[in-house]
């Protein structure tokens, strides 16, 4: 059911607890299912990326994961264990996406508190130039501003110097500038051997700053594999041309089309066989103003979870059918 | 845990409101209401005293049921989760929370003695101020359980209201405002049997060179219980989504 693609998911080892186990896990809020038959496991050291859109259940997959929700079944696992037991040992760390920093404490005075409930945390001068709080330490947390108090969040998940690190929409607040820097900070934690997830509606962050990218639509993995592998997934290829007024009916049924769109005088086909749509296209005579470009992973992402959700009447129709029938 | 306490603890005591309310107000309660309206020559010693115990405990019990607004604000806030994520266990985040309470009373009861034996004369031997601090002190367990358990079942909002209101009724139904001899008959007995009159009772027995009543204790070891499981219900409902 689940489409597994890319070298990462194949080089996962078997043996060994995984940093974080979901096994057929669901959530359910009364007649609504926000998770609906999990299965996910991320190794130790790898930089997970959690995409979906609002409502795919992220949040509600990251609440289980900390151990902040019951699943309604199946089992979570963190380092081998329950979360409580990985959270009590010090192991973990995370930004929630609800959480605001508390008032009347300085920046130092929160980071340092946290820091001491951890076994081996880190130094807390260090967790505040990491998270890009240096110049604040000694400010209240209730003046800083929206971006300022989001890099308090992050210097809380820090603090404990955790294993694995969880962060909720990590960049939500952040401005251009500041989000750069946040990136650059997470790289930096992970490169020294810790697990990170971290859940996003960015397609862009996901696929420049994960090894591997996990989508989630309606509370379950529609793809699991690096961004490339995810792009090939959604067919690969954009080919668009001028029809010059020839007829647009033969146009579905080239090699390797599996979509159609005429916009004014120009034809835009979604292929998995770039080259092969192009020779076809050649021998009709349509080469005119001829585009190949790759799939967007943007494209790859609508096609990966509109099967549901997406109102329908797009020329696209096709491609998302046929997706929804490939992830079915 | 430490930790815990002396960081709430701050936060507490930079809180302009309870710096304002809850020190300031009980104090400025008593110095009115016992060199106000008292008629030429002041008011009378007993009064001094009386007033001096019933607005040291007006404070202690504001203070005490506050602590349970602040965990109402922690909660909206989300710090609650995020403090759940942490070793920290939630068994030790509760009982850091009563402590913290139990801390915060004591500015409000030093500052109304203070002012009762500064600048209303009020002189009692040590012993008795020694005990009159300590029973007020202990005496607020349950306030603060009432406190923490309208703050872990109610939204932020309403704990302010709902908080206010039972510290509000508690105290002027106990007659630590006004002496309960001032009610008329039925609301005295009723009086008698409310935590707000029982607390202030400790004190104002000490006052008197005794040591406090059976009853007295004993009714208000039966609001320490059931506040306590009526904290403890809350926490537990509250536990699903915080």
Not at chain 2, 52 to 75: C, F, N, P, Q, R
Request: aromatic share 6%; with cysteine.
């Amino acid at each position: 059911m689940t489409l597994t693609t890319g070298p990462v998911s194949a080089a996962r080892k078997a043996d060994g607890a995984a940093a974080v186990g979901f096994s057929g896990v669901t959530r359910s809020y009364g007649a609504v299912r926000a998770v609906d038959g999990l299965d996910l496991e991320i190794a130790a050291g790898e930089t997970v990326a959690l995409l979906g859109r609002n409502g795919a259940g992220k949040s509600t997959t990251i609440n289980m994961l900390l151990g902040l929700l019951p699943p309604s079944s199946g089992t979570v696992r963190l380092f081998g264990g329950a979360p409580e037991a990985a959270v009590q040992a010090g192991k973990v760390g995370a930004m929630l996406q609800d959480g605001k920093p508390i008032p009347r404490v300085t920046v130092r005075e929160l980071i340092s508190f946290v820091a001491a409930t951890y076994p081996h945390p880190m130094d807390v001068t260090e967790a505040l130039e990491l998270a890009g709080l240096g110049e604040f330490g000694g400010r209240r947390v209730d003046r800083l501003s929206g971006g300022q108090a989001q890099r308090v969040r992050f210097a809380v998940a820090l603090a404990g110097n955790p294993e694995l690190l969880v962060l909720d929409e990590p960049t939500a607040a952040l401005d251009v500038e500041a989000r750069r820097a946040f990136w650059r900070s997470m790289r930096a934690y992970a490169r020294r051997g810790n697990t990170i997830l971290f859940s996003t509606h960015y397609l862009e962050e996901a696929d420049e700053h994960a090894d591997r990218i996990v989508v989630i639509d309606g509370g379950r993995v529609v793809a699991d594999g690096s961004g490339e592998a995810i792009k090939r997934r959604a067919g690969g290829a954009l080919v668009s041309f001028d029809l010059a007024g020839a007829a647009s009916e033969p146009l579905p049924g080239l090699p390797g089309v599996s979509a159609v769109e005429i916009r004014g005088d120009r034809a835009l086909l979604r292929t998995a066989d770039s080259d092969a749509t192009v020779v076809a296209l050649a021998e009709l005579g349509l080469v005119r103003g001829l585009q190949v470009a790759p799939a967007s992973l943007e494209d790859a992402f609508l096609a990966l979870t509109s099967a549901r959700t997406a109102p329908h009447g797009t020329a696209f129709d096709a491609a998302d059918a046929l997706s929804a029938k490939e992830i079915a | 845990m430490l930790d815990y306490i002396r960081l709430e603890v701050r936060r507490t005591l930079r809180d302009k409101g309870f710096v304002i309310f809850g020190i300031g107000m009980p104090v400025l309660m008593y110095v009115l209401m016992t060199n106000i309206g008292a008629g030429p020559g002041g008011a009378g010693m007993e009064w001094k005293i009386t007033s001096m115990v019933g607005m040291a405990a007006y404070g202690a019990l504001g203070a005490a049921v506050g602590t349970g607004t602040g965990v109402a604000e922690d909660k909206h806030l989300g710090w609650l989760r995020q403090l759940r994520i942490t070793p920290l266990s939630p068994i030790r985040v509760v009982v850091g929370r009563g402590l913290t309470g139990s801390v915060t009373v004591l500015p409000a009861i030093a500052a109304v003695l203070l002012v009762g034996a500064l600048v209303n004369g009020v002189r009692m031997p040590a012993w008795q101020w020694a005990a009159l601090v300590g029973l007020l002190w202990v005496g607020t367990a349950p306030f603060t359980l009432l406190g923490l358990g309208n703050g872990y079942r109610l939204s932020s909002q309403s704990t302010g209201v709902v908080n206010t209101g039972c510290m509000l009724l508690l105290s002027i139904l106990g007659g630590l405002w006004f002496p309960a001899e001032l009610f008329p008959g039925w609301l005295r007995s009723l009086s008698s049997w409310t935590p707000g009159n029982r607390f202030a009772e400790l004190g104002r027995s000490v006052t008197q060179g005794g040591a406090p009543g059976l009853g007295t204790v004993a009714v208000l070891a039966a609001w320490l219980a059931l506040f306590g499981g009526y904290a403890v219900y809350a926490y537990r409902r509250a536990a699903r989504t915080v």
